[in-house]
């Protein structure tokens, strides 16, 4: 049988111009794609990942222009966080305008829209015209950065996965709104904090317990693997309580000098960049060796750091 991973940039254009759904490469990581312009294939996003209406889609762009059209207002300091950081890992909430659906949405005034650094999806994107797609992963699991990632979560109910190679971000984008005048993290992600804060100074975190309103990427069970995942700064001492067990282990940058079935450091020259780009790679890997379970050290919380703990946070809860 044919492969669904492709990569006809064509075909996958085609295919979303006919109200199809498709896996898009992007630089954080894979996407699950529809045209704006197709309820039931937004619909259809939403039934393949399992995930819940209440939570929207980012709406993904290839121009400044065509970003400004999905949109009533755009804050000046989220203006001039995009001019800085578009094509990029950023995404800006802002209030949307008719021609994004509530159903893209999930019935919000806002809309989120960011302008992707991928060669082959900015090519697609200028054929299709902006396309809602969240994370390519059923919901709750680590999402996808290869297509092959892609694939084995969804071996049925997909006609493509456009092939754009490994992600080079690795994790999601940065999510960003503005509220009570200032600039409002929804989301750690691809773009760091201090690098935002150069542009527009301080800004503030969205508190999800003051509020009724969740994104599954604030959530507190979201990106897990399927082994039973560990966070700790002490890995000699777990191992060395758990002998008997299978366990892969996850470092930043050096060894931990404990022998075990398998370890993976994520940056030997300490580029928390490389780390981000090698993290769900590196989960999606040891989720398939049969563990009893991983073990991981936390990174340095700053820059980029501070987003891959945040999601390795989630990847341990409950
Ligand atoms: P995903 O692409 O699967 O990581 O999901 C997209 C993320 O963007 C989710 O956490 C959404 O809830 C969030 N998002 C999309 N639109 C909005 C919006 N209007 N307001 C707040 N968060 C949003
Ligand atoms: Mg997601």
Known sequence: MESIIQSSIEKASALLINGEVIAIPTETVYGLAASID?????????????????NPLIVHVATFEQAEKLCMSFPEPLKKLANQFWPGSLTVVIPKSELVSDQITAGKSTVGIRIPNHPELLKLLEQTGPIAAPSANPFERISPTTAKHVADYFP???????????????????IVGFENNQVTVYRLGA???????????EVAFF????????????????????????????????????STSKIGIIVFEKSSGTTVSKEVILSPSGSLHEAAQRIYLTLHEFD??????????????????????????????G
Do not use: W
Request: charged share 25%; proline share 5%.
């Open 38 to 54: 197709f309820p039931q294939a937004i619909n259809y996003i939403f039934e393949l990942k399992g995930r819940p209406r209440t």
């Open 156 to 174: 049925k109910g997909l006609k493509m996965v456009l092939d754009g190679g490994a992600c080079q971000a690795g994790i999601e984008s940065t």
């Open 191 to 201: 773009i760091s904090i201090e690098a935002i804060e150069k542009i527009v100074g």
């Open 207 to 242: 508190d999800s317990e003051k509020s009724h309103f969740v994104t599954p990427g604030m959530s507190k069970k979201h990106y897990a693997p399927k082994t039973k995942t560990i966070v700790t700064e002490n890995i000699e001492d777990f191992v060395s309580k758990h």
């Open 288 to 317: 398939q060796l049969d563990l009893d379970c991983i073990v991981i050290e936390p990174l340095p919380n700053q820059g980029l750091g501070r987003s891959i703990n945040d999601r390795l946070s989630r990847a341990v809860h």
